[in-house]
């Protein structure tokens, strides 16, 4: 659990959180969290930006900006894609933000005019998805463990979820 201030508060604390996306191509890119407030620079920001964790996704390049992840993506965006009064970015309480490549998961457990509570779970990277997408699989079935000689079957097979503890033959 981590509890972090408002970004732009003298007050002590945490206020930026840096976690690393370890499978990532980029070897650097990291995620950012932060909770602002509409103060100052940000006193233009609508509500439901400032009312939870923003996520930014960084490619470790000093010379590159952060990009804001949409971490409520099920919703509405901007046409525009700018922030607007309608914008929803920022995760709410009780919603997860899951990066499924890394097995990232951030949850915000609360937040109140001060400060934000979240969780961070690191799972081991998941296994990369069956490359077929969708399209059937070609399944050539032999009657002996070395596969030698021609198929005694050849089927389409629209998945693979086969119990091979049992002999077929």
């Known amino acids: 659990m981590y ?9 002590p ?6 976690i690393k ?7 650097d ?10 103060k100052g620079f940000d006193s233009t920001l609508p509500p439901a930006i400032i009312n939870g964790v ?5 490619n470790g390049k000093a010379d590159h900006q952060t990009r804001l ?12 894609g700018k922030l607007s009064e309608n914008s929803d970015e ?9 990066d499924e490549e890394n097995n990232i998961k951030i949850t915000q457990i609360s937040h109140d005019n001060d400060k934000v509570m979240i969780r961070v779970d690191l799972g081991p990277p998941l296994p990369p998805p069956l490359p077929h997408h969708g399209v059937p ?33």
Do not use: M
Request: hydrophobic content about 35%; aromatic content about 14%.
């Open 54 to 58: 923003l996520i930014h996704l960084w």
């Open 21 to 27: 996306r370890p499978t990532s191509q980029r070897s």
């Open 137 to 169: 699989f070609t399944a050539e079935y032999f009657k002996n463990e070395n596969l030698s000689g021609s198929p005694s079957i050849t089927k389409i097979e629209p998945i693979l979820d086969f119990d091979w503890g049992r002999s077929f033959f």
């Open 90 to 98: 920022a995760l709410a309480d009780g919603l997860v933000f899951h």
């Open 29 to 38: 890119e990291s995620y950012f969290l932060e909770y602002r407030e509409a």
């Open 3 to 11: 509890t972090f201030n408002r970004l732009n508060r003298p007050i």
């Open 69 to 80: 992840i949409d971490a409520t993506p099920n919703t509405p965006t901007p046409r525009n």
């Open 13 to 18: 604390g945490i206020q930026v959180l840096k």
